[in-house]
């Protein structure tokens, strides 16, 4: 039997199977070894009492891969955009509690055992949890409110919600389904367009439906294939994101147009999805970095590190343990460590422009760098690695001994102002305003922030403060050393996709492999993709004579 409202069996699981899987896989498979650890620590507590131990993680620089000992097959290739996929969850009621619980009350993303179905082959006891930043920032709490933040005025990534007394541009019309408090105006410059849509809906609609917990097929959730089965993986994948909103068209077009621009990115596909025998919405699959990814970057070998959101990229001292909630080691466990991280950071913090310019091709592959940055102002994407979710990870080359970044969620990517310049900070709102390396609105008049989170005066997000901004992008961009390598990456990407038309086919590829649910029609899928290719040709015509493409700045 299942509750109607929810689609979850009403029976428990046992007891046994639920109290096994709130124990961690390591603990669970290495028991001994850590009962053996914990004898140690007692034994080390007693005869050290107070005194300070720093641990660090060492070893040789060889790059080892974890191993895989059990590769799911399937029956067809999950990433062939050419065949119909299928997807489909089943998670015990109270598990989902647990997971739902784990986030409103801690704002922790707990996984919990559920069983998968893809394209017709089971898996069992995998592991799922939520996933995102910004994309979380839409999922309240059963009273309303955002989990963890207090009164509802912000999300994960710190977005505000609107205020309280804010009243649209006169002409401009909400989407439908949601409403805007009564009385305060929109950010200056983010006003909306002809119509009332926010452009690029296939993102996060900023003022649209929230995600909740009442409809656990629209959540956006990482699967871990080996989070209760070591060494376990699908076609040699052992993580996938499940993303949110249908058909998130926009994120899986600047998938393809980084791919398309030589760099690195991920693997997506799209698929029909259901949870526990609900209704069966879209969903884009998008491979989440892992071992197998990280080591399949680039020529040599090479470590990936990828940056919190909460991530505040500054030197904090030498001590690795400082740095551990903020950076995390996707490969190369044991034989490397997050010093390649603290050296870049400390010599960022001591480095003044002159040095900045003089060194900065020591430690970051300076070609790599200016193409990103290139290619995020292309997109339009204002939670790149200065946004507030920090989306991006680093990737050090061993060789070298240089970083470059990998760019990561780009599910706010091609939903901004389409007429920003070579050299215009990329907002996150529709018409720009951007603020800083970020792009983030002034906030609106009546705007409360939460708990802890200042706001400098003059209403504006700190430039360059905790949520927004990266020294790494922000002292590169405003160096003069640096203008040519930006510059020529910005022009290449632009003639070779936007110019050329590439980027609209590019749409119309992707748009071939979205298949229609009872939550997506194929004309909403043809809008979509109407609307985004129009917006990729404002994007070009309004670029056609910024000074960076015509060489004359």
Same mark, same amino acid.
């Given at each position: 039997?299942?509750? @109607?409202?929810?689609?979850?069996?009403?029976?428990?699981?046992? +007891?046994?199977?639920? +109290?096994? &899987?709130?124990?961690?896989?390591?603990?669970?498979? &290495?028991?001994?070894?850590?009962?053996?650890?914990?004898?140690?620590?007692?034994?080390?507590?007693?005869?050290?009492?107070?005194?300070?131990?720093?641990?660090?993680? =060492?070893?040789?620089?060889?790059?080892?891969?974890?191993?895989?000992?059990?590769?799911? %097959?399937?029956?067809?290739?999950?990433?062939?955009?050419?065949?119909?996929?299928?997807?489909?969850?089943?998670?015990?009621?109270?598990?989902?509690?647990? +997971?739902?619980?784990?986030?409103?009350?801690?704002?922790?993303?707990?996984?919990?055992?559920?069983?998968?179905?893809?394209?017709?082959?089971?898996?069992?006891?995998?592991?799922?949890?939520?996933?995102?930043?910004? =994309?979380? $920032?839409?999922?309240?709490?059963?009273?309303?409110?955002?989990?963890?933040?207090?009164?509802?005025? $912000?999300?994960?990534?710190?977005?505000?919600?609107? /205020?309280?007394?804010?009243?649209? @541009?006169?002409?401009?019309?909400?989407?439908?389904?949601?409403?805007?408090?009564?009385?305060?105006?929109?950010?200056?410059?983010?006003?909306?367009?002809?119509?009332?849509?926010?452009?690029?809906?296939?993102?996060?609609?900023?003022?649209?439906?929230?995600?909740?917990?009442?409809?656990?097929?629209?959540? @956006?959730?990482?699967?871990?294939?080996?989070?209760?089965?070591?060494?376990?993986?699908?076609?040699? &994948?052992?993580?996938?994101?499940?993303?949110?909103? =249908?058909?998130?068209?926009?994120?899986?077009?600047?998938?393809?147009?980084?791919?398309?621009?030589? %760099?690195?990115?991920?693997?997506?596909?799209?698929?029909?999805?259901?949870?526990?025998?609900?209704?069966?919405?879209?969903?884009?699959?998008?491979?989440?970095?892992?071992?197998?990814?990280?080591?399949?970057?680039?020529?040599?070998?090479?470590?990936?590190?990828?940056?919190?959101?909460?991530?505040?990229?500054?030197?904090?001292?030498?001590?690795?343990?400082?740095?551990?909630?903020?950076?995390?080691?996707?490969?190369?466990?044991?034989?490397?460590?997050?010093?390649?991280?603290i050296t870049l950071l400390k010599w960022l913090d001591g480095a003044d422009q002159a040095e900045f310019d003089a060194h900065l091709a020591d430690y970051v592959d300076?070609?790599?760098?200016?193409?990103?940055? /290139?290619?995020?102002?292309? +997109?339009?994407?204002?939670?790149?690695?200065?946004?507030?979710?920090?989306?991006?990870?680093?990737?050090?080359?061993?060789?070298?001994?240089?970083?470059?970044?990998?760019?990561?969620?780009?599910?706010?990517?091609?939903?901004?102002?389409?007429?920003?310049?070579?050299?215009?900070?990329?907002?996150?709102? @529709?018409?720009?305003?951007?603020?800083?390396?970020?792009?983030?609105? %002034?906030?609106?008049?009546?705007?409360?922030?939460?708990?802890?989170?200042?706001?400098?005066?003059?209403?504006?997000?700190?430039?360059?403060?905790?949520?927004?901004?990266?020294?790494?992008?922000?002292?590169?961009?405003?160096?003069?050393?640096?203008?040519?390598?930006?510059?020529?990456?910005?022009?290449?990407?632009?003639?070779?996709?936007?110019?050329?038309?590439?980027?609209?086919?590019?749409?119309?590829?992707?748009?071939?492999?979205?298949?229609?649910?009872?939550?997506?029609?194929?004309?909403?899928?043809?809008?979509?993709?109407?609307?985004?290719?129009?917006?990729?040709?404002?994007?070009?015509?309004?670029?056609?004579?910024?000074?960076?493409?015509?060489?004359?700045?």
């Amino acid at each position: 039997m299942t509750d @109607p409202n929810t689609n979850f069996p009403s029976a428990p699981t046992t +007891l046994r199977r639920r +109290l096994v &899987h709130r124990v961690p896989r390591t603990v669970r498979q &290495h028991w001994k070894i850590a009962a053996t650890l914990l004898v140690f620590v007692v034994v080390m507590a007693t005869v050290f009492g107070s005194t300070r131990i720093r641990p660090y993680i =060492t070893g040789d620089a060889t790059v080892i891969a974890s191993e895989i000992t059990e590769n799911v %097959q399937g029956t067809v290739d999950l990433f062939d955009p050419t065949v119909s996929h299928s997807i489909s969850i089943d998670v015990d009621v109270g598990d989902y509690q647990t +997971l739902k619980d784990s986030f409103q009350n801690e704002g922790v993303k707990e996984s919990v055992p559920a069983d998968i179905t893809i394209d017709g082959t089971l898996i069992a006891d995998v592991g799922i949890r939520l996933k995102g930043n910004s =994309t979380l $920032a839409t999922l309240s709490s059963d009273d309303g409110s955002m989990p963890g933040r207090g009164g509802g005025t $912000a999300g994960t990534s710190g977005r505000p919600a609107p /205020a309280d007394g804010a009243a649209m @541009p006169e002409g401009a019309a909400m989407p439908e389904g949601a409403a805007m408090p009564e009385g305060g105006a929109m950010p200056e410059g983010a006003a909306m367009p002809e119509g009332g849509a926010m452009p690029g809906g296939a993102g996060m609609n900023m003022f649209g439906e929230p995600l909740s917990f009442d409809a656990p097929e629209d959540l @956006p959730f990482l699967i871990d294939f080996a989070e209760y089965s070591e060494g376990r993986a699908y076609q040699g &994948h052992t993580t996938l994101s499940l993303r949110p909103y =249908t058909p998130a068209l926009n994120e899986s077009v600047s998938l393809a147009i980084t791919e398309a621009s030589g %760099q690195a990115t991920q693997d997506f596909t799209y698929t029909t999805y259901s949870v526990n025998d609900s209704a069966e919405t879209t969903r884009l699959v998008v491979v989440a970095p892992d071992d197998d990814y990280a080591n399949s970057l680039e020529d040599g070998d090479g470590v990936l590190y990828k940056v919190g959101a909460e991530a505040s990229f500054t030197y904090e001292g030498d001590d690795q343990t400082t740095y551990a909630e903020q950076y995390t080691q996707i490969n190369a466990l044991g034989t490397a460590d997050l010093q390649p991280i603290i050296t870049l950071l400390k010599w960022l913090d001591g480095a003044d422009q002159a040095e900045f310019d003089a060194h900065l091709a020591d430690y970051v592959d300076v070609d790599s760098l200016a193409n990103y940055l /290139a290619l995020q102002n292309l +997109l339009g994407n204002g939670d790149d690695m200065g946004g507030p979710g920090k989306n991006f990870y680093l990737y050090y080359d061993l060789d070298s001994k240089t970083f470059s970044v990998v760019s990561w969620d780009l599910n706010l990517a091609l939903n901004s102002d389409s007429t920003a310049g070579a050299n215009d900070a990329v907002s996150m709102m @529709p018409g720009g305003g951007g603020a800083g390396g970020g792009g983030m609105p %002034q906030m609106p008049e009546g705007f409360t922030p939460p708990e802890g989170m200042e706001i400098p005066e003059g209403g504006g997000m700190p430039e360059g403060g905790p949520m927004l901004g990266n020294s790494l992008k922000d002292m590169f961009l405003d160096s003069t050393e640096f203008t040519d390598e930006y510059d020529a990456a910005f022009r290449t990407i632009y003639d070779e996709l936007w110019a050329s038309g590439r980027v609209l086919d590019i749409v119309d590829e992707v748009t071939a492999s979205i298949p229609t649910s009872a939550a997506l029609t194929q004309e909403e899928i043809d809008a979509e993709a109407a609307e985004l290719k129009s917006r990729l040709q404002i994007r070009t015509d309004a670029l056609a004579d910024d000074p960076v493409v015509t060489g004359s700045s």
